[in-house]
């Protein structure tokens, strides 16, 4: 079978065996793969990282214990937990010390023909949502996790930084849960897709508002994005980190202090919150696919991936 | 009336006429100031400040447009607020931004025989407390901040990184309030003051425990210690920021993102809860004073403040 190989920065696509399927995991046909920003960090060296990438999927399980997934369309939650510890038991196995996780971490990705996952990692996709909308399962449930970490006030006001893919999505989804949501960006074309699903937006030049906001959320990605998100925040304010930096970064400390303001680190979520907005059709996440190329053409989509402009890359689509 | 005055790193003493009272001020003698870090930064130059420095003070009130305050011993929150912002109306002055500072924002602070402070910013001193105890006050509000920051769980246990004299309070109040306090310092007779008031202290040398609290307090004042506070947290833990770091710090925000910690600046708090503690003798404060001076001695006392090893350092004490 074909499985793409990440190595020193390069991308090519080799023939495999199909994997084995140890208990408890379900054996899964690849459907379709999303690029993500993290795969291209992965390229970049950034995490040690050789094997098969991908953790943006969706698929059909071809092999399982359970004889109700078999032949369902999946998309799965990335970490593989261990399950007994004091996380796992919290409900927490994404924290858990113990986990692999799903194309970045000592687990092979999804970007191959077929893939194993534990079953307990899997969530049904409903038969209303099309395969290249289930695809943004993953990265808008990263974007709900701010919903779970605190309890936003009804209808609170927050501004989001950055109009990446992951802005557009942290915006549009805490739109669609009726918060109402300034989303400051570079790109008018990004920031339309935001606009015309309610999310009131604004071409970022230079001259930000000040102290400003009680919730931020910093999804831009640069540490000057990080400096502008404490600007924008108010004393006693909430800044949401959703940018994985790499390396040290200069942070001016003096205005978190004296202003009492609040940084909370942001990673992956859960996927119910995601599949529900998914389902109801609530995130118009189809105006983010930039390209669709075959799972044989991934050296390219990478490349491709990697451009200004270019957002959604998907892999396989529709195979 | 001899007054402190700090220019270009230098501290000398002057003769100043006394200043007028403006409507709602007291016009307050001192009896007591102490010397703060903040103060030596000023000296150092952080805040391009230059006047009379001295915002830790206990005086005794000899003007007053309220006749109950006059002859009564007071200590005084030093932030002068509008009073009249979203800020102040909802009780937190501390953070109006049009307020001035005793001693380091435009208002000339109390190392000076008298010194006006508004009436709403007294706190009548009970006269059980000594006025070497009640110098504390402020330090230990800001200390206290932390419990009015985030509503933690009864008893939980906290890790309290550094064992300058903002560490030992902040590991001493968390003790008195009947938190489990573990106290990592550098200096064993430091320590011992907070060991004695019942927190477990260790002299930490190099290898801290990673990932085992949920509560961390860094009051290191130094980039290193907040990186290692970032170590000593759990996933989803909470670091209190109660160092102000000058200038831009490299943080490393990777594990602060992977493990979504939540990092919280802490200021100055409330001078109720301290006037509580130390009114119920829970804090051996007195142990953290090295010296006590004339206030003409000023310049000498600035000097000792700095000296390594030396704690708190008083002013005109008893005078």
């Known amino acids: 079978m074909l499985s793409v190989h990440l190595e ?9 065996p199909r994997p084995g399927r140890p208990r408890g995991f379900a054996l899964i046909r690849l459907l379709c793969g999303g ?30 214990d359970s004889p ?12 593989l937990a261990c399950d007994a510890c004091q996380w796992c038991r919290r409900g927490l196995g994404r924290h858990c ?5 799903l194309g970045i971490v000592k687990h092979p990705g999804a970007f191959r023909e077929c893939l194993t996952l534990p079953e307990q990692n899997l969530h049904a996709v409903p038969d209303s949502v ?7 399962t993953e990265p808008l449930a990263a974007a709900c996790e701010i919903l779970d970490q605190v309890p936003l006030p009804c209808g609170a006001q927050l501004a989001v930084l950055g109009d990446g893919k992951l802005g557009l999505l942290v915006a549009m989804a ?4 009726g918060y109402r949501v300034h989303q400051f960006g570079r790109h008018e074309n990004k920031l339309r897709i935001a606009q015309r699903a309610g999310v009131e937006t604004e071409v970022a030049r230079g001259n930000l508002p000040e102290m400003a906001y009680q919730w931020v959320v910093d ?5 000057e994005g990080f400096a502008q998100a404490v600007k924008l925040a108010c004393p006693r304010g909430t800044i949401f980190l959703k940018s994985t930096l790499h390396g040290l970064v200069p942070v001016n400390t003096a205005p978190v202090i004296v202003n009492e303001i609040t940084l909370i680190g942001s990673r992956c979520g859960r996927f119910e919150p995601a599949l529900d907005l998914l389902t109801r059709n609530l995130i118009p996440v189809d105006e983010m696919i930039s390209e669709q190329l075959p799972l044989a053409d991934a050296p ?15 892999l396989g689509c529709g195979a």
């Open 97 to 101: 010390p113990h986990r692999t996780v």
């Open 35 to 64: 690029i993500c920003n993290t795969d291209l960090e992965l390229q970049r060296g950034y995490y040690g990282f050789s094997g098969t990438p991908g953790h943006e999927f969706v698929g059909e399980v071809l092999e399982a």
């Open 300 to 314: 390219r989509a990478f490349e491709r991936a990697a451009q200004k402009g270019i957002m959604k890359v998907l």
């Open 174 to 177: 805490l739109n669609a849960y």
């Open 8 to 16: 020193n920065g390069r991308v090519d696509v080799r023939d495999e």
């Open 68 to 79: 109700e997934w078999i032949g369902r369309r999946v998309v799965g939650e990335i970490n």
């Open 219 to 223: 999804a831009t990605g640069s540490p």
């Open 130 to 136: 099309p395969t290249e909308r289930a695809i943004f």
